[in-house]
């Protein structure tokens, strides 16, 4: 809750047509993968099942950005690609790959591959 009203998508996408629109892409992407919960916190909006398995948050939020939205995925092992802006190791059996995104036409069969893989280890 935030200053006593919950956290909702509409809020956490407030001023950005574009990132919405990159979101929504998104959550079909994942929910045709098969059941998982959307949570939406102050600084991120997950995907899970037992485990978060992609998360979407607003970089221009932190730091001096045009970027809408950034996709991470969470997977058990490093996938190297040049598309991942960045790829961090934050505790033993994840990594995180970080996905900038412009347009929601980015979220193609190749993404669509990693975040399948992503959904399987999140059990």
Request: glycine fraction near 8%; charge should be neutral.
């Amino acid at each position: 809750m935030e200053g006593g009203e919950p956290r909702t998508l509409d809020r956490f996408f407030e001023g950005s047509a574009t990132a919405y629109g990159i979101y929504r892409a998104a959550e079909r992407m994942a929910s045709a993968l098969g059941p998982m919960e959307v949570r939406v916190s102050k600084s991120q909006v997950s995907f899970r099942r037992r485990h978060g398995f992609a998360f979407l948050w607003r970089p221009g939020t932190y730091v001096k950005s045009s970027v809408p939205v950034v996709l991470s995925l969470a997977l058990p092992y490093e996938l190297p690609s040049p598309r991942f802006k960045q790829i961090v190791h934050p505790s033993p059996g994840i990594w995180m790959h970080h996905l900038e995104l412009l347009e929601s036409s980015q979220l193609d069969a190749e993404v669509e591959h990693w975040m399948r893989e992503a959904y399987g280890a999140a059990g």
